[in-house]
């Protein structure tokens, strides 16, 4: 192995201690304890060498959220696949959205909540939020001409679910009961 390839090694392993840490500390008390100080501490590094990785804390939020898109379209892709009949499927992707949200709250806020550069239904959007999005898209095809339409429909649907079911405005004992709801009206598209 070459200096280079090491020395890309070294960087690579570095930024994935950042993330990690930047994971584990707002799981355990939330993206407020997350700062630069903090994970500098956290992983035994100088705050320089943590700018020198990232230009900010957003930029580490991104790199977070960049990761929880990976695990988020195989949740919704496992989803799918383990559900056969169209409607299930889009019952099942539904579900798993919303476990997804409040099993990984830190998480989803990073990747969809917190202040961060990523953006979707750009020429630039990051494969894997393309990804996730693919994964919603692939369940509401069936059921409609304008994919992209019904996908940002569902998608805003279930994110207000997720984020009104958190802060404990509403019932989370209906929560199948609007899955059904929303996958019923979705369905009677076609």
């Avoid at 690579?12 to 407020?32: F, K, N, P």
């Avoid at 798993?96 to 998480?107: D, K, P, Q, V």
């Amino acid at each position: 192995m070459s200096i280079a390839e090491r020395k890309g090694r070294d960087r690579a392993e570095r930024e994935q201690r950042i993330v990690a840490a930047a994971r584990v500390i707002a799981a355990r008390e939330g993206w407020d304890a997350v700062t630069i100080r903090r994970l500098a501490d956290e992983i035994e590094y100088s705050q320089p060498v943590l700018y020198s990785h990232f230009a900010n804390r957003a930029a580490i939020v991104a790199a977070v959220a960049i990761e929880g898109f990976r695990e988020f379209s195989a949740a919704l892709t496992d989803a799918a696949a383990c559900a056969g009949e169209q409607t299930i499927a889009l019952e099942a992707v539904a579900s798993a959205y919303l476990t997804f949200a409040r099993s990984h709250a830190a998480l989803y806020e990073a990747m969809f909540v917190l202040p961060t550069d990523l953006r979707f239904a750009k020429s630039d959007t990051q494969p894997e939020l393309r990804a996730a999005f693919a994964a919603l898209a692939a369940v509401v095809a069936p059921f409609c001409a304008d994919v992209e339409l019904v996908t940002e429909t569902f998608w805003a649907a279930l994110h207000g679910f997720a984020e009104l079911e958190r802060s404990g405005r509403i019932r989370p004992g209906a929560r199948d009961a609007r899955v059904a709801l929303l996958v019923g009206a979705i369905s009677q598209t076609a």
